[in-house]
């Protein structure tokens, strides 16, 4: 059984910043592509960043600039350090990996229980 489990999100002012953890825990052969995504009221849930194995990242364009994913493969962790809040950045945030669990099967993706950002003076 694998867990993604997501740490850093708060209250936070606009302009501030806060970063996010995703742990990866379990039987884990490999972890490709991880990712953060966001889901806010009322709205469907989008990519916000994602990053390869190898260190490729692809950002949304709302966060390019602001937000930078960053991945530690001999911890399980991806990170997304979050600079200059927006009220609009206010979401749930959600941890996704694609992981590989045994030699056999193939990898499948994987979600974190997600972690509230809220941007609010």
């Known amino acids: 059984q694998v867990q993604l489990v997501e740490s850093g999100g708060g209250l936070v002012q606009p302009g501030g910043s806060l970063r996010l953890s995703c742990v990866a825990s379990?039987?884990?052969?490999?972890?490709?592509?991880t990712g953060w995504y966001r889901q806010a009221p009322g709205k469907q849930r989008e990519l916000v960043a994602d990053i390869t194995d190898s260190g490729t990242t692809n950002y949304a364009d709302s966060v390019k600039g602001r937000f930078t994913i960053s991945r530690d493969n001999a911890k399980n962790t991806v990170y997304l350090q979050m600079n200059g809040l927006k009220p609009e950045d206010t979401a749930v945030y959600y941890c996704n990996g694609n992981i590989q669990t045994t030699l056999w099967d193939s990898s499948r993706n994987y979600w974190g229980q997600g972690t509230q950002v809220t941007v609010s003076s």
């Open positions: 379990g039987r884990i052969i490999g972890i490709y592509g």
